[in-house]
């Protein structure tokens, strides 16, 4: 029983790890925009709003986690379509469209039910993690 209970505590430690490394880049975009440093020569805005739709597009995976739910697939490849077409357009399109993506998401992800399986705490980091994540969108759009 005890075994349950270490194994659970393990993955929750893993998500959250995870989740808050995988904050850096978007963290490190925004700093550079906003102190007008490029990254390994690249522009700021292009490194965070491609990383921002990569992100993007792998957490609506998640809504595939509801297999039982053919709406959940197709909203999950809306969002993938939609963070790819962020890719195409200028910064000052894409980063209001993926922070809005992230929310959105995350509205879906309670409203399909997907938090009632995970381990406590998991629907807090989500929420934590998303709200960093759109805070960093707002802070590098006001840097445009």
């Not at 509801?66 to 894409?94: D, E, G, R, Y």
């Not at 879906?108 to 399986?117: I, R, Y």
Request: glycine share 4%; proline share 3%; charged share 5%.
């Amino acid at each position: 029983m005890k075994t349950k209970g270490v194994k659970a505590m393990a993955n929750i430690i893993n998500w959250r790890t995870l989740g808050y490394l995988g904050l850096i880049p978007f963290i490190a975009a925004a700093w550079a925009a906003t102190t007008n440093t490029s990254l390994l020569s690249l522009s700021p805005y292009q490194v965070f709003v491609a990383y921002s739709a990569c992100i993007l597009s792998f957490l609506a995976g998640t809504l595939w986690l509801k297999q039982t739910a053919q709406i959940a697939t197709i909203i999950s490849n809306l969002f993938t379509l939609v963070a790819f077409a962020c890719l195409l357009l200028p910064a000052q399109l894409a980063l209001p469209v993926l922070a809005s993506g992230f929310v959105l998401l995350l509205a879906s992800e309670f409203k399909m039910g997907l938090f009632t399986d995970k381990p406590l705490g998991y629907q807090l980091l989500r929420i934590v993690l998303t709200s960093i994540v759109v805070l960093c969108h707002i802070l590098i759009f006001s840097a445009l």
